[in-house]
């Protein structure tokens, strides 16, 4: 019975005098404390090097540290990123437009006058209707050129119309009169056609405003509407295909309906009504917001429960090379809880 | 039959003197001042101050410190504060200690962070004696995945500042709750919850396609590639600045929306 304390105590004597020597010895346990002295010296030494790190901020007038506003949480997005997104988002866009205009219709009619009988007499009246029953386009977009200032990023950029082709029908019909009606009567001809689109370069120029919306800022389009203007371009074989179908037209008629016939320039009147266009606005809904990556949240989640960070949109701040927006936290987040 | 004894027969007086000294060591060995261990962690927490500052002056000093071209996220002590608190009170029983963690601290200084979360310690076995317990730590890397940006309180050690008992001896609860959290810091660092910065980062910008009229696009987005550059905790404020580079266009296969007719006659 009177054993058991002294095999306790030197057991406990062992483990006490291992354990001095493990706080003793350096490099086998934590280090060791320092000094009174040796903090303040630590002190002193943080203090300068804080107060040089401070001073060369200042001098090199460092990013926006200076400018960035009050709030509890920011987000700073460098102009140079918002640039490059806005570049990036359009030129992608305008590189992956298809247009694909269906039905489209260019029409002109008029009379024919020819000398019958030493008198101007109409002979005649002719209505041609270009029909295209398909034309298809694609966009590719140059270089673009940004300008950002204060809150909007100034895009201008050539957009060119290319790789286009169209098909569809001229539709020709004469209705002769009087003399000429009476021995051409009436013609009704459709030849197909095809034509490729007249490339064309268009100049898109927009901006591109931010705005603090919720917790993070967009980049809104603001775009005049843009309109293209796509012309045929009917190739020799469209045009001969329209000569030949006319040529045996005429070539059934008698001489006075051929005189008529010939008197109208089928030829010209069809490029006159096609060269005026066909006029394609492209949509506002071609360019939409582009958020800026980085959004604030008003709360957070822990263990699958939301919590609200009670948070306050502080708005927008534009400074030359930072866009700031942020958020500043409410009295209590909710979901603190005092010692128990 | 006479069992033969192993050790020599001694009285209770030198029984009682050895393990008197025993203990001594004991305390003498384990029970470091807690001044001294103050001394020790602010010390550790000074060495890491001078260091960070030395290492952004010196890239300061060559314009290398912070790129015109990174986007900076900042959080105020306040609001990394109020993030870790929002995961708090967080209780966990280590054998006989209930440890329940519900403050934070958070300080952003010369180019250093520091985290104290303080819990109170009671004992099981008898509720009247609570130690309440600082774990003192930082936030470790912070890192971007899902479009969050997350990190971890790393708690390196702990101070008691102070012991309610009831009328017991002080200094072995103390002692007892140091040794609870040094024995269990793993444990009781998987007690505090991730922190999440409450910021939301697209790893993409999505653009809907258009439709079903005669202009149309296919929907795509464009990538970016986001990766945290530098963390400087600084005048109260941690800002963390993120190299983002933006990616090229790529058509991805969601369903277009329709678009308005624009077309004209001539």
């Known amino acids: 019975m009177k054993r058991a304390p002294l095999i306790g105590g030197a057991v406990l004597l062992v483990l006490g005098t291992l354990a001095g020597v493990y706080y003793m010895l350096p490099g086998l346990s934590r280090s060791r404390a320092p000094s009174t002295a040796e903090l303040a010296r630590l002190v002193k030494e943080r203090n300068l090097l804080r107060d040089e790190f401070g001073a060369l901020l200042t001098q090199q007038q460092f990013l926006d540290f200076a400018q960035a506003p009050a709030g509890n949480v920011l987000v ?44 101007q007499r109409t002979v005649g009246r002719f209505s041609l209707d270009v029909d295209i029953k398909d034309l298809r386009a694609v966009l590719k977009p140059g270089d673009p050129d940004l300008k950002f200032g204060q809150d909007r990023i100034g895009i201008q950029l050539p957009v060119h119309a290319t790789e286009g082709r169209a098909r569809g029908t001229v539709h020709f019909r004469w209705d002769g009169q009087g003399l000429a009606g009476a021995v051409c009567g009436d ?18 120029k927009g901006d591109f405003l931010l705005s603090a919306r919720g917790d993070t800022v967009v980049a809104e389009p603001d775009f005049p509407p843009i309109l293209l203007d796509l012309r045929l371009d009917p190739g020799p074989d469209s045009w001969k295909v329209l000569e030949d179908t006319l040529g045996d037209v005429k070539d059934d008629k008698n001489g006075v309906c051929r005189m008529a016939i010939q008197k109208i320039d089928v030829q010209g009147i069809v490029k006159k009504i096609i060269d005026k266009g066909f006029k ?17 949240e008003q709360s957070v989640e822990f263990q699958g429960k939301v919590v609200s960070l009670n948070a306050r949109p502080i708005g927008l701040r534009v400074t030359p090379r930072v866009v700031w927006y942020g958020v500043e936290f409410g009295t209590e987040v909710q979901g603190v809880a005092a010692p128990r | 039959m006479h069992r033969a004894r192993c050790f020599p027969r001694v009285s209770r007086r030198a029984a009682l003197a050895v393990t008197a000294v025993g203990l001594l060591a004991m305390l003498g060995g384990c029970g470091e001042d807690l001044a001294a261990g103050r001394r020790r962690v602010e010390a550790r927490v000074l060495a890491r101050q001078i260091e960070n500052l030395r290492e952004m002056k010196t890239a300061l000093s060559a314009k290398r410190l912070v790129s015109e071209q990174w986007l900076a996220i900042v959080a105020d002590e306040a609001a990394v504060r109020s993030v870790i608190e929002a995961g708090l009170p967080q209780e966990m029983t280590v054998g006989r200690f209930r440890v329940l963690v519900h403050r934070a601290e958070v300080s952003f200084s010369s180019g250093s ?22 774990y003192q730590g930082g936030l470790d890397d912070i890192v971007v995945s899902g479009g969050k940006l997350t990190t971890r309180v790393l708690i390196d050690d702990i101070d008691v500042p102070q012991v309610q008992t009831g009328g017991d001896d002080a200094s072995l609860l103390t002692m007892a709750a140091d040794q609870l959290a040094g024995q269990n810091l793993e444990r009781l660092q998987a007690l505090i919850p ?54 090229a266009w790529r058509k991805t296969s969601a369903l277009p929306s329709p678009s308005p007719s624009p077309v004209k006659k001539p």
């Open chain 1, 76 to 119: 700073g997005v460098p102009n140079v990123i918002s640039e490059r997104l806005v570049s990036q988002v359009v030129t992608g866009l305008l590189s992956e437009v298809r247009l694909h205009l269906t039905n489209l219709h260019a029409h002109a009619e008029d009379d024919v006058q020819a000398n019958v009988l030493f008198k």
């Open chain 2, 113 to 134: 962070n520091r985290v104290r979360l303080n819990a109170r310690v009671t004992d099981t076995r008898s509720p009247d004696r609570v130690a309440d317990v600082v």
């Open chain 1, 187 to 204: 013609v009704d001809v459709s030849p197909d056609v095809s034509s490729r689109v007249r490339p064309a370069t268009y100049m898109v």
């Open chain 2, 194 to 247: 991730p922190v999440a910065i409450p910021v939301k980062v697209e790893e993409r910008i999505a653009v809907p396609g258009l439709g079903d009229g005669p202009v149309e696009v296919d929907p795509a987005e464009v990538p970016l590639n986001v990766k945290v550059a530098r963390v400087i905790p600084l005048s109260g404020r941690l800002w963390v600045f993120l190299d983002v580079s933006v990616g």
């Open chain 1, 280 to 296: 394609v606005k492209l949509p506002r809904a071609l360019f939409r917001p582009i958020a800026l990556p980085a959004a604030v």
